[in-house]
């Protein structure tokens, strides 16, 4: 019989992870909290990629490139788009529903807002002027994530292996380099700022929290964090996963027995990309600014070696991964000395992150959490399956 263990573990730790901000109180809290916040943020965007490759066997490395525009999406619209009660008369505007849009001129480094700034000071008391509204921000965020999934899935129809990974290399530089270019509207290598995710603070359970709290934010991230997982298992449990593996097992096959290739890449290059914008935009908004240095090739490597030493094959082996190494690489961080010579783990702790790697690939291609996993659900499997038929053949 199959055991339940792995499931009834995973009901355990959702639960701890969401009493842990509650019942932790060390001094280290707020640095704690954003090791689980980025660690979520690196889940999500790992077992995203796992449902891409791992089951669709699109082998992709534009993931953070998806990311990047959910995030950028998000910016413009913090940095450049208000709601006010009055007309400004000088800023590009139009009324909607009873509340004034202003545009605000992008202008790289510069004041965007001198128009607005302008106009407020002849404003009555009581005039209001406020972002646009952080849910929508996400949201268009995830629109321009998934749009641009489709628009690759499509101009990617043809393309696999080799030529796919290629292809998204080149997709990902290009739009890194336009990110750094284009200052008038990205304000380049300075980065994006963006405000915080709760920027007039929350209560929680009769406690106040500031802008810059950790705990908001890491339930936020949280929340994110097991709806992606739960839309991600519900498709690889579904037909769609069938449909998913047959892309990845043999695409002609697939076709030739009915299969609509065209649509399920398409799909999957949506679903996933709209995941990772997502998660773009609120990290976005968590850490306070977005640069063209959160998609170089070193962070799309991170992200895919976590998702393989996790298990490329299932999305909660590729999160759990993801958790693992994101703490593993901070803690190992610390200097130790060996016979007397002192060990610079900051180069050397992603030597023994490539060691690792090399081993995974080596000696447990399906992953080491997913090994682990299975290893724990058919445990005393075999031995169950020969007592049965040690039983048939007595019965004889």
């Not at 321009?144 to 030529?163: E, F, K, N, P, S």
């Not at 270019?181 to 709760?198: C, D, K, V």
Request: glycine share 10%; aromatic share 12%; proline share 3%.
């Amino acid at each position: 019989m199959i055991s339940h263990a792995p499931k009834i573990a995973g009901y355990v730790a959702a639960a701890i992870l969401v009493l842990f901000p509650l019942v932790y109180s060390a001094g280290n809290y707020d640095f704690v909290m954003h090791l689980w916040i980025t660690a979520f943020y690196y889940a999500i965007l790992a077992s995203s990629w796992a449902l891409l490759a791992g089951y669709g066997g699109q082998f992709s490395f534009a993931h953070l490139a998806f990311m990047a525009m959910g995030a950028y999406g998000a910016g413009i619209l913090d940095n450049y788009v208000f709601l006010t009660s009055l007309p400004t008369g000088t800023c590009t505007e139009f009324g909607i529903f009873g509340t004034n849009i202003v545009l605000l001129p992008p202008s790289g480094t510069g004041d965007a807002g001198a128009c607005l700034t302008a106009a407020r000071a002849t404003w009555p008391e009581g005039a209001t002027v406020n972002r646009f509204p952080l849910l929508l921000q996400i949201a268009f965020g995830a629109i321009v994530g998934g749009g641009a999934g489709w628009l690759i899935g499509t101009l990617v129809l043809r393309l696999r292996a080799a030529y796919l990974a290629l292809f998204t290399v080149g997709l990902s530089e290009i739009l890194r380099a336009v990110l750094s270019a284009e200052i008038w509207l990205t304000r380049g290598q300075a980065g994006m700022p963006m405000s915080p995710l709760f920027p007039d603070g929350i209560t929680i359970l009769g406690t106040s929290y500031g802008p810059a709290a950790k705990l908001p934010a890491y339930y936020v991230m949280l929340a994110l964090f097991f709806a992606t997982l739960a839309l991600l298992l519900w498709v690889a449990r579904s037909r769609i996963g069938l449909f998913l593996r047959s892309l990845r097992e043999d695409e002609d096959a697939a076709e030739a027995l009915g299969v609509d290739t065209v649509k399920w890449k398409r799909a999957v290059f949506v679903l996933t990309a709209a995941i990772a914008a997502t998660a773009g935009a609120v990290q976005g908004h968590y850490v306070g600014l977005i640069t063209p240095n959160t998609i170089v090739l070193l962070q799309m490597s991170l992200v895919i070696a976590m998702a393989v030493i996790g298990g490329l094959e299932n999305v909660v082996a590729a999160a759990i991964g993801a958790i693992l190494i994101s703490f593993a690489l901070e803690f190992l961080r610390t200097d130790f000395t060996i016979l007397g010579f002192e060990v610079d783990m900051t180069t050397w702790r992603l030597v023994f992150f490539g060691l690792l790697l090399m081993l995974t690939l080596r000696f447990l291609r399906n992953g080491v959490i997913q090994g682990a996993l299975m290893w724990i659900e058919r445990r005393g499997v075999g031995a169950e399956t020969v007592a049965k038929r040690r039983a048939v053949e007595e019965a004889k």
